[in-house]
């Protein structure tokens, strides 16, 4: 497979993997509609270059993460429905690290616009 080829299809799985979050994940749904409020409003109130670039990469980093959240969830739900204590520690950790990435956004949101 040459590279474009190999290009072409990385994109088109990337596409349907956005396409399935947005489809089954109600918090990628919200978090996407922050994201076309918080693209403009970060280019418009950031001062600098470095100012738009924190506050907009601040809330695509959420996006990354409530991607691999999402992942993590469905790898523990196609292993197994029972209630297992390993399947909701992983859950519960992939729902904190979407926790974490939120706070960091609001963190550098406010940093940056108050100052």
Known sequence: MNP???LAK???FSWAGLCAAF???QAF???VAILIFAIP???WLGRDAVERAL???SWLLVMVVELINSAIEAVVDRIGSER???AGRA???GSAAVFCAIALAITVWVIVLAL
Do not use: F
């Open 4 to 6: 474009l080829e190999r």
């Open 84 to 86: 297992h204590e390993l």
């Open 55 to 57: 506050l907009v990469s």
């Open 29 to 31: 749904r919200q978090e």
């Open 91 to 93: 859950k519960d950790l």
């Open 23 to 25: 489809r089954h994940q």
């Open 10 to 12: 990385a994109t088109a």
């Open 41 to 43: 409003a970060g280019l």
